[in-house]
């Protein structure tokens, strides 16, 4: 017994030698993270989305998440993989789904739409301009479909999207009849000023305004029913009230001369056309998504009338769904019987920016940024440019606002079909953004 034990004891060494040796430790997976920069930043700017400390090819799905001055939450999620060091760049990394493809930096931010649980047909458009959009960006474990439960939350940022620069002043009017707010840059200045104003939801819109402001223009947000003491509905309009609001601007110590300018969305846009042709002291017009005639309420200045083009609503077909399309439903400005309601633009001295989305579907912007141009250049006249973008639909707003195919009519209260497709839009809204800044330097000094 003792010999074996003194056997085993001799070879006891030889079977350590023979065993394999044990495995090295595994290397510590770093945590995974989600950086966007600028983290706070200027609401017309791209961010730079990064995500580190995935495995290579690991499915994720990316989130993002808003909520709207009244609580609404609005959201929107897209597919990826990481690449061999388990990074993402959304800046040259596509999305294989969820609610875009392709690569799109600020895919996220323009696809926000209406959660599950809520109204749908909503616009994220931000009341208050004071404040800013918090956006909380998500990576989720795995790829799972929009309006599905995501799988589990592995990293997460918050982003701050502003629409006014600091330093810039934001000042209430009650100037005369003119109600609205004026946004002055910082600095001494002057400042090239114009006049800024959204279509017949009324009210007071002051996004755009503030991010002009933001740019180096004195931009004033004009109302011109349902604010304040201004007439609760768009019945007649009178031109002497956005005459004296030109007027206002183009005296303000801290605007340039000689002239203003003016930017305007759909009937704002129609305004606009009207302001330029009539009015001496405007003397560059944007006009998105606008009709060269005049429409809906009568436009009077001085002994002058221009009726406005109607509705058909019984043009007004309504899907299954229930979403009312109006594409055909306004009277025919090419008839002659319309011919009143036009608006003789080869009057203006100054210059014009034509913007249209050629999928509009709330009324034939296309069509009638044809009819503008054939009337000046009949009239011999080359002071216009045109954007027209394939694919765009209704409302072309600043960078990244979230599109919005089909929203609410605040007159009509039921969803109206605004046309477009996303992506496309979204890419309409960056490219005009600076193409407007152009056209208002240009012409505004």
Not at 79 to 92: I, K
Not at 258 to 286: C, D, N, Q, R, Y
Not at 322 to 331: K, N, P, R, Y
Request: charged share 20%; hydrophobic share 40%.
């Amino acid at each position: 017994a003792v010999m074996w034990r003194a056997v085993a004891a001799a070879s006891a060494p030889a079977r350590v030698l023979c065993r394999a040796p044990p495995p090295p430790p595994l290397p510590r997976r770093r945590a995974v993270s989600v950086a966007v920069s600028p983290a706070a930043g200027l609401a017309d700017e791209r961010v730079e989305t990064r995500v580190a400390g995935l495995g290579p090819g690991q499915a994720v799905t990316l989130r993002a998440v808003a909520a709207d001055e009244r609580g609404c939450l609005f959201q929107s999620c897209a597919h990826y993989r990481a690449d061999s060091r388990g990074e993402l760049h959304l800046g040259t990394d596509a999305s294989h789904g969820g609610d875009y493809t392709g690569v799109e930096p600020m895919g996220l931010f323009w696809s926000l739409a209406p959660a599950g649980m809520e109204r749908p047909y909503q616009r994220l458009v931000p009341r208050s301009t004071g404040t800013p959009m918090k956006v909380e960006m998500l990576v989720h474990q795995g790829h799972s479909l929009p309006g599905a439960i995501p799988g589990t939350v592995v990293a997460k940022a918050e982003v701050e999207r502003w629409f006014t620069a600091p330093g810039v002043r934001r000042i209430r009017l009650k100037e005369g009849g003119v109600r609205g707010s004026l946004f002055l840059p910082p600095g001494d200045g002057p400042f090239p000023g114009v006049i800024d104003m959204y279509g017949d939801e009324g009210g007071l819109i002051e996004f755009r305004s503030s991010l002009l402001a933001t740019r180096g223009f004195a931009a004033l947000s004009l109302p011109y029913f349902d604010f304040e003491d201004l007439p609760k509905v768009m019945k007649e309009i009178k031109l002497e009230y956005f005459e004296e609001a030109a007027r206002f601007l183009r005296r303000h110590p801290k605007v340039k001369g000689p002239g203003v300018g003016v930017i305007g969305t759909g009937k704002g846009a129609e305004l606009a056309l009207s302001m330029i042709t009539f009015l001496p002291e405007v003397v560059a017009a944007v006009c998105i998504s606008g009709c060269s005639s005049n429409t809906v309420a009568d436009l009077h200045y001085g002994e002058m009338t221009l009726p406005g083009l109607r509705f058909d609503m019984n043009k007004v077909s309504v899907s299954d769904a229930g979403v009312f399309d109006i594409f055909e439903a306004l009277d025919d400005p090419t008839n002659p019987a319309n011919s009143p309601c036009t608006i003789p633009i080869e009057k203006a001295e100054g210059h014009f920016l034509l913007v249209v989305g050629e999928d509009d579907r709330m009324w034939k912007s296309s069509l009638y940024a044809e009819l503008a141009i054939g009337r000046l250049r009949q009239h011999g006249k080359e002071n216009f440019e045109l954007l027209s973008y394939p694919g765009a639909g209704h409302r072309i707003d600043p960078p990244s606002t979230p599109f919005c195919q089909v929203a609410m009519d605040r007159v009509l209260g039921v969803p109206v079909l605004g046309g477009g497709e996303s992506k496309a839009h979204a890419h309409a809204q960056e490219h005009s953004w600076g193409k407007i800044q152009e056209f208002l330097h240009l012409h505004l000094g």
